[in-house]
């Protein structure tokens, strides 16, 4: 399947898994469906077959309420049957809202509570580097997200300890829970803040599949020895008409049968 196609593939069944439940995390989730598409396809190092492999690259999804988008795109690699994609937040499920690593294979980092997955991504960075694996762990924030505070602690650490095996995804769609992030609390300018922490940082469209890819490729070929963050301009609700001119009520909405069939039918 080709990486468009992956990309579609992993937005129908990111709302296949929301439709279960009728409601939950569509915007967020449907954001970060072409980096999953390139990140899957492309650059993952990462065996289906042995989810814990000890030689594989990690992925920590620290805004960890897209949890669907990510159970979409390991059930269409193959990690689990499609079919779990049906019992999203159910009793007894392996796949809960937010990312649980002890309940689904290859969930690589429980997260939920924001602000705290690019530290753990440091520690999992600064153990492959004492382990002299040369693997990557990618980390996936929102932009929102980096208002707390515990993030730029990490991204301290990160730079002071060369972690250039570390590639930071700022899912920048604007929007947080409720409201546009510039009118709760502004971010910006976040290319300037990732540089003056120290990490190389690039901007790019966030489903541009080309220029995620070649910006992937560009973090890995620098010999800088510096982290690495790509911050990526997004669409909440991307690919979806409806969901994408919402507004900030697409953080969390409705997934009914009839807007179900609408959406399936744009993503043909
Ligand atoms: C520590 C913490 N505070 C609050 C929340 C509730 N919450 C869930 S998602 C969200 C908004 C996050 O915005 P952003 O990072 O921009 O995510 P995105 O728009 O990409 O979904 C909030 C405040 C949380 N999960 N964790």
Same mark, same amino acid.
């Given at each position: #399947?080709?990486?468009?196609?992956?990309?579609?593939?992993?937005?129908?069944?990111?709302?296949?898994?929301?439709?279960?439940?009728?409601?939950?995390?569509?915007?967020?989730?449907?954001?970060?469906?072409?980096?999953?598409? +390139?990140?899957?396809?492309?650059? #993952?190092?990462?065996?289906?077959?042995?989810?814990?492999?000890?030689?594989?690259?990690?992925?920590?999804?620290?805004?960890?309420?897209?949890?669907?988008?990510?159970?979409?795109?390991?059930?269409?690699?193959?990690?689990?049957?499609? &079919? /779990?994609?049906? %019992?999203?937040?159910?009793?007894? %499920?392996?796949?809960?809202?937010?990312?649980?690593?002890? !309940?689904?294979?290859?969930?690589?980092?429980?997260?939920?509570?924001?602000?705290?997955?690019?530290?753990?991504?440091?520690?999992?960075?600064?153990? *492959?580097?004492?382990?002299?694996? =040369?693997?990557?762990?990618?980390?996936?924030?929102?932009?929102?997200?980096?208002?707390?505070?515990?993030? /730029?602690?990490?991204?301290?650490?990160?730079?002071?300890?060369?972690?250039?095996?570390?590639?930071?995804?700022? $899912?920048?769609?604007?929007?947080?829970? $409720?409201?546009? @992030?510039?009118?709760? #609390?502004?971010?910006?300018? !976040?290319?300037?803040?990732?540089?003056?922490?120290?990490?190389?940082?690039?901007?790019? *469209?966030?489903? =541009?599949?080309?220029?995620?890819?070649?910006?992937?490729?560009?973090?890995?070929?620098?010999? &800088?020895?510096?982290?690495?963050?790509? +911050?990526?301009?997004?669409?909440?609700?991307?690919?979806?008409?409806?969901?994408? @001119?919402?507004?900030?009520?697409?953080?969390?909405?409705?997934? @009914?049968?009839?807007?179900?069939?609408?959406?399936?039918?744009?993503?043909?």
């Amino acid at each position: #399947m080709d990486v468009v196609q992956f990309s579609k593939e992993i937005r129908r069944n990111t709302l296949r898994c929301l439709h279960s439940q009728g409601s939950g995390h569509v915007g967020g989730s449907l954001s970060i469906a072409d980096l999953l598409a +390139v990140l899957y396809s492309k650059h #993952m190092h990462v065996d289906p077959n042995d989810p814990r492999a000890e030689d594989r690259d990690k992925l920590v999804l620290s805004k960890g309420h897209a949890g669907p988008a990510l159970y979409a795109t390991l059930a269409l690699k193959g990690f689990f049957p499609m &079919e /779990w994609l049906d %019992t999203l937040n159910r009793l007894g %499920t392996r796949l809960p809202s937010h990312v649980n690593i002890n !309940l689904t294979p290859g969930v690589d980092m429980t997260a939920g509570s924001l602000g705290q997955g690019l530290s753990c991504a440091c520690g999992l960075a600064l153990a *492959n580097r004492a382990k002299g694996s =040369d693997r990557y762990v990618y980390v996936i924030t929102g932009e929102g997200e980096l208002q707390e505070g515990q993030n /730029w602690e990490g991204a301290m650490f990160a730079s002071a300890k060369h972690l250039d095996h570390l590639i930071v995804f700022v $899912d920048s769609n604007k929007m947080q829970i $409720d409201g546009l @992030t510039k009118d709760v #609390m502004d971010v910006e300018d !976040l290319v300037a803040k990732f540089s003056a922490f120290g990490f190389e940082t690039q901007r790019v *469209n966030g489903h =541009d599949h080309k220029a995620l890819d070649e910006a992937i490729v560009r973090a890995k070929q620098s010999r &800088e020895h510096k982290p690495h963050c790509i +911050v990526m301009d997004t669409v909440k609700g991307k690919g979806v008409s409806f969901y994408e @001119t919402m507004g900030p009520g697409v953080h969390s909405t409705t997934v @009914t049968d009839e807007q179900y069939l609408a959406a399936l039918e744009e993503l043909k």
